[in-house]
């Protein structure tokens, strides 16, 4: 079946620090990979994707490569700020067309 | 564009009681989802829709839960009778085409605790 391990939390560093947040996936087919992230007090939001493998997503400094033969979606920004501060979910759509399969989540703080 | 609309953010009911959820996905979405996180849990897919009709309902729970989408516009999650483990937080989310490499736009939730 399709699932998403990813490094549990919380994770609390230090404004420019270097962050990486770990993500293991099985899936069935050929699955999209995907970071979701949710900010205190607002809804899921779309971080990044990648949709096929040696695929990088990249957005607010943050990247994500699809790395097949580790079954691998690792996330990485290399200076992180306070306002990075969030739940960051790793997500597989698996060899489905729609169903999404969502890792625990990993709690960020950056401190100043 | 407006994003995805979820109400009520907060509903707080006793064992026993009726509640209903709504979702307005994003205007032309054709396809809709609804997942929820319980606690301690990962969030976890429901069904989805795609206009008015149920393509995949394999993650409801049990047959408390029913959802609908009238005219393929906003969809409803009724929870009856509530109990004790369906508190969590209900995600509504929509999309434009139902592949797995489209993005799902998310609602803010609705946190439901059943007393």
């Known amino acids: 079946g399709n699932s998403v391990t990813q490094m549990e939390g919380p994770v609390t560093l230090s404004e420019e620090a270097f962050l990486t947040i770990n993500c293991t996936y099985t899936?069935?087919?050929?699955?999209?990979l995907f970071w979701y992230v949710q900010y205190p007090g607002e809804g899921l939001q779309l971080l990044l994707k990648?949709?096929?493998?040696?695929d990088k997503g990249s957005n607010k400094g943050f990247e994500a490569t699809y790395r097949k033969e580790t079954t691998s979606f690792h996330l990485e920004k290399g200076s992180v700020q306070v306002s990075d501060s969030a739940v960051y979910f790793c997500?597989?759509?698996?060899?489905?067309?729609?169903?999404?399969?969502f890792g625990k989540g990993t709690l960020l703080t950056v401190n100043p | 564009e407006a994003g995805v609309t979820q109400f009520p953010s907060h509903s707080v009911i006793e064992k026993g009681q009726t509640v209903t959820l709504r979702c307005d996905p994003i205007?032309?979405?054709?396809?809709l989802y609804w997942y929820r996180r319980v606690m301690g849990k990962e969030i976890k897919f429901l069904l989805h829709?795609?206009?008015?009709?149920?393509?995949?309902e394999s993650g409801m729970p049990n047959n408390r839960f029913l959802a609908e989408r009238t005219g393929g516009t906003y969809s409803t999650l009724k929870v009856q009778p509530a109990e004790l483990e369906d508190s969590g937080v209900y995600f509504c989310?929509?999309?434009?085409?139902?592949?797995?490499?489209?993005?799902?736009?998310f609602g803010p939730g609705t946190r439901l605790t059943v007393l």
């Open positions: 989310a929509s999309s434009r085409a139902g592949r797995g490499t489209d993005t799902q736009y």
């Open positions: 899936a069935t087919g050929y699955p999209s």
């Open positions: 990648a949709t096929k493998a040696d």
């Open positions: 997500v597989n759509s698996g060899g489905s067309n729609y169903k999404l399969t």
């Open positions: 205007s032309g979405h054709d396809n």
């Open positions: 829709f795609v206009k008015e009709s149920k393509q995949d």
